[in-house]
């Protein structure tokens, strides 16, 4: 039996089978993750009910199972018809950052604006996407995983 923070099996397979620079998404329950991902990667649906599990619970078991090395969220796009409800950063951001200091980690959340961030996801890169059922507006995080050889400093 595992012991460690992640025990999902397929999103444990694609991580051990990704390498250096390949990205994967935790999307909120909004993001259209059937079409907007690359074209080889992998969805795997964890809805269970509005709001469980979210983008920061599966981020922290991530954050315990794999190295990473850059965080990007989707950037509130000020033109967007649904950032008026988010007038600063959104609030989930504050929990990102906690969890990315808790995990000793030196990344920070570098924000790509919305239509940029589909593009970033639709790359060749991206091996995963994880869809959550997050209810929390701007949740998503694209993850670009890193190399074991290196420790953080």
């Not at 967007?80 to 959104?90: L, M, N, R």
């Not at 929990?95 to 060749?124: D, N, T």
């Not at 694209?142 to 420790?151: D, E, I, K, P, V």
């Amino acid at each position: 039996m595992l012991n460690g923070p992640l025990l999902h099996p397929d999103v444990l397979r694609v991580l051990a089978q990704s390498g250096h620079h390949s990205t994967v998404l935790i999307a909120d329950g909004n993001y259209p993750a059937l079409n907007k991902r690359g074209p080889r990667a992998e969805l795997v649906s964890l809805q269970l009910m509005p709001g469980v599990p979210t983008v920061a619970q599966v981020f922290e078991a991530i954050l315990g199972a794999v190295r990473i090395d850059a965080v990007n969220t989707m950037g509130v796009d000020r033109a967007d018809s649904y950032a008026a409800a988010t007038p600063g950063d959104p609030p989930v951001w504050d929990e990102y950052r906690r969890l990315l200091a808790a995990a000793g980690s030196p990344c920070q959340l570098e924000p790509i604006v919305k239509w940029e961030f589909y593009k970033a996801v639709a790359s060749e890169d991206h091996v995963l996407t994880i869809q959550t059922a997050d209810k929390a507006p701007w949740a998503n995080l694209l993850l670009s995983l890193g190399c074991r050889t290196f420790t953080n400093p």
